[in-house]
């Protein structure tokens, strides 16, 4: 399995268009952003199926530059690293409710990556954009964590 990272952030149109990869986008826990009809998520999308939970799912504007702009779409699945749609940021605190999340998440991209020839990742990693927030100071653990699980996580791609 090729594994790269985007060289420039996610345009939705072009992640569409690219259904042979499998791009992973950083998400929160609502798995939802702010209501807005033009950045609805389709009620058909395997996303809404898992997690709509009878409710409108959203996707972030193409112009925030944010990674969940490609929510929604049938290549693109979810690593939770941010803390809340609201931009709170995970905290130790925390930690169970991410190990959960985050293991979640990961054992869904393994199951599905056989069906991609690739797997991208953002252009500024996974956990280290501004959008996680998701840093050696600020929370030790989860940090620890999400390194150890990035990097089980390409090891296990590679053996796909």
């Known amino acids: 399995m090729k ?13 569409r268009r690219s259904r042979n990869k499998l791009y992973i986008f950083e ?27 009878d409710r409108n799912l959203y996707r972030e504007p193409g112009a925030t530059q944010m990674t969940s702009c490609i929510r929604g779409l049938p290549n693109a699945f979810p690593l939770c690293t941010v803390g809340n749609m609201m931009g709170s940021f ?4 925390d930690f169970q409710e ?3 999340l985050l293991e979640s998440d990961i054992y869904h991209i393994i199951r599905v990556a056989p069906l991609f020839s690739e797997v991208v990742v953002p252009w500024q990693g996974l956990f280290r954009t501004e959008e996680s ?8 653990r989860i940090y620890r964590y999400l390194v150890e699980q990035t990097e089980y996580l390409w090891w296990l791609l590679k053996m796909v």
């Open 90 to 93: 995970w905290i130790d605190e």
């Open 98 to 100: 991410a190990c959960e």
């Open 133 to 140: 927030g998701i840093t050696e100071s600020r929370c030790p």
């Open 27 to 53: 998400d929160n826990p609502q798995r939802t952003a702010k209501p807005n009809p033009y950045y609805k998520i389709a009620v058909d999308s395997w996303y809404t199926f898992k997690y709509g939970n």
């Open 3 to 15: 594994i790269s990272r985007a060289s420039v952030p996610y345009v939705y149109d072009q992640v």
